[in-house]
C-alpha cells in the first residue's frame, strides 16, 4: 500500500468476514506493517503500524460489476482513509493450493496521510499448516504449524534441539504468537517463495523459515 515516493509503504494482512455481499474486519482482525521502498529488501516490513498509529478497520461490498472496500486507520495522530476496488482472479495463479491472487485500485485521504492513489495486489490464503525450517538468530528452528478454529495458531519443534512450543493468532498472512516464556514472535507469510519472516521483540528481524526440515535450506 504505497503512500508516496517519500513516504513508508505498508503490507496490509486481515481476516475477512462475509456475510451476504458484506464483508468486513474488525480492528481485531486487521494488522498493519510498514516496508521498505528500495534496496535489496524492498518491500521487507520493517515494522508494525502506520504513521496514524491506530488500529484500522476494513468494511466493503461484493457487487455484480465491481468489488468495493474501505480501510480506516484511526489513532491519535489522526484518521487515514483508503478505499479502492478490488478484483479476485483465478485460484491456484501462484501455483499453490488455496492460493488466490487480488488486484485493485486505491486511494489515499485523511488527517494522518499523504493524499496519493495507484493500483495494488494481495493473496487469499489457505490456512496455516506444515513443517517450516531455518536459522532464527544464528539458532537452527524447525517448527510443525497449524492454524485451528477462529484463526488460532499453534506450532511445535525444536529450536537449538531444545523443545518449543507456540499459541497464538493468525491474521491475514501473519501470525502473531509467544512460547510461554515470555518470547514473543511474528511470522509474515510470503505466497511467492511459500517461508516466513519471522520477527522477535521489538519488531526484531530473527530470519527467514522456509517449508521443509532442513533450517541450512533457508535464505537469510
Not at 488466490?100 to 493473496?123: K, L, P
Not at 517448527?143 to 534441539?161: E, P
Request: proline residues 5%; hydrophobic residues 35%; contains cysteine.
Amino acid at each position: 500500500m504505497p503512500l508516496g515516493e517519500t513516504q513508508p509503504a505498508f503490507l496490509v494482512e486481515m481476516n475477512i468476514f462475509q456475510s451476504g455481499t458484506q464483508i468486513s474486519a474488525s480492528a481485531q482482525q486487521v494488522a498493519l506493517f510498514q516496508t521498505k521502498l528500495t534496496g535489496s529488501a524492498s518491500g521487507q516490513p520493517t515494522g508494525i503500524g502506520t504513521q496514524c498509529d491506530g488500529n484500522a478497520s476494513v468494511e466493503g461490498v461484493l457487487g455484480a460489476s465491481s468489488n468495493t472496500f474501505d480501510l480506516k486507520d484511526n489513532g491519535p495522530a489522526g484518521q487515514g482513509d483508503f478505499s479502492g476496488e478490488i478484483t479476485f482472479q483465478n485460484l491456484n495463479e501462484m501455483g499453490q493450493p488455496g492460493i488466490s491472487q487480488t488486484d485493485g485500485n486505491f486511494s489515499i485521504s485523511g488527517s494522518c496521510s499523504v493524499g496519493n492513489s495507484g493500483s495494488f495486489n494481495g493473496f487469499l490464503l489457505k490456512p496455516f499448516s506444515g513443517t517450516y525450517a531455518g536459522m532464527l538468530n544464528s539458532r537452527p528452528v524447525i517448527l510443525t504449524m497449524n492454524q485451528g478454529a477462529n484463526y488460532s495458531f499453534s506450532a511445535s519443534g525444536t529450536d537449538n534441539a531444545s523443545a518449543i512450543t507456540l499459541s497464538g493468532q493468525v491474521i491475514g498472512g501473519a501470525f502473531f504468537a509467544s512460547d510461554g516464556a515470555g518470547n514473543s514472535y511474528t511470522g509474515i507469510y510470503d505466497p511467492s517463495g511459500n517461508d516466513f519472516l519471522v520477527y522477535g521483540s521489538n519488531f526484531t528481524f530473527l530470519g527467514q523459515l522456509n517449508a521443509g526440515s532442513n533450517p541450512a535450506a533457508a535464505s537469510p
